[in-house]
DNA sequence: AACCAGGAGACAT
DNA sequence: ATGTCTCATGGT
């Protein structure tokens, strides 16, 4: 079983999806700090916090105290780190350019430059890359991690990098990577909400794929 | 009522 | 390089 027939199964069980969900690439990028290890729910009410002060935009959350934006993000969990994150990232936005000048950068150099923004990880750099600003970047996450290690497809225990570079090599050949990686995470956290907690339901899986023979390696 | 959620950084080893 | 703490609200 390839990573890209996991790909198939998922893709026509639960359709293509349109992800992330967000309306603007600004919103993606504040989304994605503010979903740092913790459920969307909370995200959401965060996000919609500051729709309604119409502070969605990097101009009102550069020119907010720290105080201010933590009250608006409060419910996504970690308020205090989070405003300072987001803070920081809107800084690096406005002094590299907007989000369109971003797209004559080479997409290392992009990852390269908000991996050092602190507050700034992988995944939420990642999460940035390829849903903000439409680059070939595979997402690792949790979920991802979680599912194939259960597979036994990958080792529970590898690295960011090296579960990245696993996806990679396996889709390489395939056309329009954007929407593939695109896809594929989005479908990977579809499943995984529902079917791939902590405490698994695999009798309930619609894959019919049985990973609970996989646990005890997980610890 | 403990446990968990679409991580990342500081710090020690 | 790798392991351990901390950060915090809200749902189950």
Same mark, same amino acid.
């Given at each position: 079983?390839t990573l890209?027939?996991?790909?198939?199964? $998922?893709a026509?069980?639960y359709?293509?999806?349109?992800?992330?969900?967000?309306?603007t690439?600004?919103?993606?990028? =504040?989304g994605? =700090?503010?979903?740092?290890n913790?459920?969307?729910?909370?995200?959401?009410k965060?996000?919609?916090?500051?729709k309604?002060?119409?502070?969605?935009?990097?101009?009102?959350?550069a020119?907010?105290?720290?105080?201010?934006?933590g009250?608006l993000?409060?419910?996504?969990?970690y308020?205090?780190?989070k405003?300072?994150?987001?803070?920081?990232?809107?800084?690096?936005l406005?002094?590299?350019? %907007?989000? %369109?000048?971003?797209?004559a950068?080479?997409?290392?150099?992009?990852?390269?430059?908000?991996?050092?923004?602190?507050g700034v990880?992988?995944e939420?750099?990642? %999460?940035?890359? $390829?849903?903000?600003l439409q680059?070939?970047?595979f997402?690792?996450?949790?979920?991802t991690?979680?599912?194939?290690s259960r597979?036994?497809q990958?080792?529970?225990?590898?690295?960011?990098?090296e579960?990245?570079?696993?996806?990679?090599?396996?889709?390489?050949?395939k056309? %329009?990577?954007?929407?593939?990686?695109?896809?594929?995470?989005a479908l990977?956290?579809?499943?995984?909400?529902?079917?791939?907690?902590?405490?698994?339901q695999?009798?309930?899986?619609?894959?019919a794929i049985d990973c609970?023979?996989?646990l005890?390696s997980?610890?």
């Amino acid at each position: 079983m390839t990573l890209f027939k996991y790909y198939q199964k $998922l893709a026509k069980h639960y359709g293509a999806q349109q992800w992330w969900p967000a309306e603007t690439p600004f919103e993606v990028m =504040v989304g994605a =700090v503010l979903t740092q290890n913790t459920s969307w729910h909370g995200v959401e009410k965060a996000i919609n916090n500051l729709k309604s002060e119409n502070a969605l935009n990097p101009d009102a959350i550069a020119n907010m105290s720290e105080g201010e934006l933590g009250v608006l993000i409060r419910p996504s969990g970690y308020y205090r780190q989070k405003s300072q994150r987001l803070q920081r990232l809107v800084t690096w936005l406005r002094q590299t350019g %907007d989000l %369109d000048g971003l797209q004559a950068i080479d997409t290392l150099d992009v990852r390269t430059s908000l991996l050092a923004i602190n507050g700034v990880g992988p995944e939420t750099a990642d %999460d940035i890359l $390829l849903y903000a600003l439409q680059r070939p970047v595979f997402v690792i996450d949790a979920y991802t991690r979680r599912i194939f290690s259960r597979l036994g497809q990958v080792d529970a225990k590898a690295s960011y990098a090296e579960l990245q570079q696993i996806f990679v090599q396996a889709l390489a050949k395939k056309s %329009d990577l954007v929407e593939l990686y695109k896809n594929y995470h989005a479908l990977i956290v579809i499943h995984a909400k529902t079917h791939c907690r902590v405490k698994p339901q695999c009798q309930k899986c619609p894959l019919a794929i049985d990973c609970t023979f996989q646990l005890k390696s997980e610890q």
